[in-house]
């Protein structure tokens, strides 16, 4: 089982960006599905978080702004980043909970990360 992110990139202010995170295995369920940020020096932070059935929460650094949404069919995650702000630069993890085929039981799963550098 993996999670493979893409979508990061250079932008200005108040461009938009998204982020695209696939999750890929003999997988038997995809529970919450998450992206975190963590930016030189800082810690990891929870940026937004959305439930099978598709609850969401948000940072409220991010609220409004961000939106997280999810394609159970294609075991993916999306983080659709608009109205982006220097402060936002940080490498974006996804992160989701999973049980693999034959385990039942779930596991946390990081992906590699993606770098998003918002110039001012």
């Known amino acids: 089982v993996q999670l493979q992110a893409s979508g990061g990139g250079l932008v200005q202010a108040g461009g938009s960006l998204r982020l695209s995170c696939a999750a890929s295995?003999?997988?038997?369920?995809?529970?919450?599905m998450a992206w975190y940020r963590q930016a030189p020096g800082k810690e990891r932070e929870l940026v937004a978080s959305?439930?099978?059935?598709?609850?969401?929460n948000y940072a409220e650094s991010v609220e409004g702004r961000f939106t997280i949404s999810r394609d159970n069919a294609k075991n993916t995650v999306y983080l659709e980043m608009n109205n982006l702000k220097p402060e936002d630069t940080a490498v974006y993890l996804c992160n989701a909970q999973i049980v693999p085929a034959r385990t039942f039981r779930s596991y946390p799963y990081w992906g590699q990360g993606t770098l998003v550098t918002v110039s001012s």
């Open positions: 295995g003999s997988i038997l369920s995809v529970n919450l």
């Open positions: 959305v439930s099978k059935g598709g609850t969401t």
